[in-house]
Every structure is written in C-alpha cells, then in structure tokens.
C-alpha cells in the first residue's frame, strides 16, 4: 500500500524565487494532466475568507487526481488566538484531493505556531526553507544552477557575479543563463565574462540613489531611481531598495556595537561578500539605526501593498522618495 502524499505544502523563506518556482513546479504537475485552469487555484490570505478557503480547498479536482491551492499571505488569515484556532481547524479538513499550498514569504522561527502545527502533522504537512544563498553559498549556488543548465562556472567567475546580484537569485539566474550562452556552453564563465556582460552600473546607481536619499536630495534620489526603472522591472527594483536598507540595518547596528569594526569582519559576521559592504559603510553615517529600522518597516508596508495590487509599484517608490527627501 503506496504512502499518501502529504496535504499541506508549507513554504518559507525570503528567498522569494525560490518560493516562486516551487509553486510553479506544483503548477507544471497539474498541467501535465491538461486541466490546470480548472485546478489551480491562488488565493491571498488578505483577501479571503476561511469560508471561501474550505469551500475551495473541498472542491474536487477536474479530471485530475488532485487540485492545487497555493495560498500566499496564510498567516493574514490568522489574526488573533481564535481566528488562528479557526484557520488550523479548516486545514486540518482539506482532503487528501487537495495540495494546498502556504506560502511565507518571510523566515519561520521554530517555535512559530505554525511551524510547530505543521510539524505536529505526522506526514500530512511538508515543511520546506527557502533561505537566500549569501556569500560563499550564493557562489556554489551560482555554480549549481549553471551545472542544472547544461553549463559551467569557474570559481573566480561565479563569485563575481555573486557580488554583482548581492542576494537576488531571481537577477543571477537572468545573468547565468546570459553567460553561459555567451560561452556556447563549451568552457566555463570567467570573471571576464561576467564583467563584459554584467557591469556594475546598477549596483552603482542603487547606492547612488541611496546618497541622495541620505543626503535628503529629492530631485538626485528621483533621477536615479527613474534611471533604474528604465532597465529593471519596478518589482525586482523594490527588492533591491529593500536589500540596500536590510543590509543598511544590519550595518549600522554593528557599528553601534563596535565603531571601529572593519569592513571585513562585518562582512564575516552577516556572511556576506566584503565588496558590497564597503560601500554600505559610508551610507551609515547618513542614518541612526531608529531612522533606518522605521524606513524598514515603511518599505515592508509598501511592499505588501504592491504585492497586493493596493498601489502601482512605480507611484509607490515616487511617493516614498518624496516622503525620505522632504
């Protein structure tokens, strides 16, 4: 007697490509069997209610032995003791018929209550990490995915281009499979390669932006950040800005501790590439770490609206600039 495959799929992590292509691969199942608009099913836990969550995740599949429902934000669905009872219950009664899907876009702590929930499954529930790859993991990973591909890295080439995409798989994979075509697949990407197809302009211009911003020049910060817009999709721009800040954060919080820390040793301790953090320190002087923490948590907020279609990503970064700057 063949083991029942699990019911719920729980999917965290930041690394929101990752979490991407995982949905995607549950996706590519059901459409192997022709019926994929009639048995995916996406919904957002912001949006929703638990009644239309069961009344769709009991719905039978459609020719198919079993119906997708990925469902991004769950934890929206939760809010409060008794409503986190409720949404638990209603998963506990989605049928074997259904894989449902949750989708964190953001780290789980091992004691989250739905972390521990899920682990209390006994098989019915998977638990799947998507952490971004930093520094020397984000080299091998760059090597890995060229290898899935059918080409090669050299060790010098990947971790150029490790620093080039800082923490953004989504950006690396672009690039990889650019340069290993590049190659022909038939020798492996050298950094030459990666700094004659890769330059560091937008890079340069996100800490450029950033300056402006420190230095409370509107007019610069707008010029920039349209510039960047005119060769990045304003979704994967918004991820940049957010890392910049995430990483300005981190930064600062250690100069704190530590004035005199090097470059370096930051470097080591949040595991990342020394090249990025070099620059970041001169930015710090811009910021306190309250000042950084609060432009965090507005970037979060924003970030969430795009996501949810309450606001146009473009308008959203035009505002936000006019509001650091004033």
Not at 66 to 75: A, Y
């Amino acid at each position: 007697m063949s083991k029942s495959p699990p019911t719920i799929y729980l999917f965290y992590g930041d690394d929101e490509y990752a979490l991407q292509g995982a949905a995607n691969r549950f996706k590519a199942r059901v459409a192997e069997s022709g019926s994929a608009d009639m048995n995916v099913t996406t919904l957002d836990g912001a949006s929703i209610s638990l009644r239309e969550l069961t009344a769709i995740t009991h719905a039978m599949p459609f020719l198919a032995d079993r119906r997708v429902v990925i469902l991004i934000n769950p934890i929206k669905l939760s809010t409060g003791k008794g409503q986190r009872k409720k949404f638990l219950s209603a998963l506990e009664t989605i049928p074997p018929s259904t894989a449902c899907v949750l989708k964190v876009e953001s780290n789980l702590k091992p004691g989250h209550w739905l972390m521990k929930w899920a682990q209390g499954q006994k098989g019915r529930a998977y638990i799947k990490a998507f952490s971004l790859p930093k520094g020397h993991n984000m080299t091998m990973w760059i090597q890995d995915q060229a290898k899935s591909l059918g080409g090669e890295f050299s060790r010098q080439g990947a971790a150029r281009l490790a620093v080039l995409v800082e923490e953004d798989p989504r950006m690396a994979a672009k690039e990889i499979e650019k340069l290993i075509t590049y190659a022909n697949f038939q020798r492996p990407v050298t950094a030459e390669d990666v700094d004659l197809l890769t330059p560091d302009v937008r890079l340069g211009d996100v800490f450029d932006m950033v300056d402006a911003i420190g230095y409370r020049n509107g007019e610069k910060a707008l010029r920039m950040l349209h510039r960047l817009l005119a060769e990045n999709h304003p979704l994967q721009l918004y991820g940049m800005i957010i890392r910049q800040f995430r990483l300005l954060i981190q930064v600062r919080e250690m100069l704190d501790e530590n004035p005199r820390a090097s470059y370096q040793n930051i470097a080591k301790k949040m595991g990342v590439h020394p090249y990025p953090i070099k620059k970041l320190l001169p930015q710090t002087r811009y910021f306190t770490l309250k000042t950084l923490e609060k432009i965090y948590h507005q970037l979060l907020e924003i970030d969430e609206d795009i996501k949810t279609g309450k606001i146009e990503p473009t308008l959203a970064m035009d505002m936000l600039i006019a509001e650091l700057t004033a």
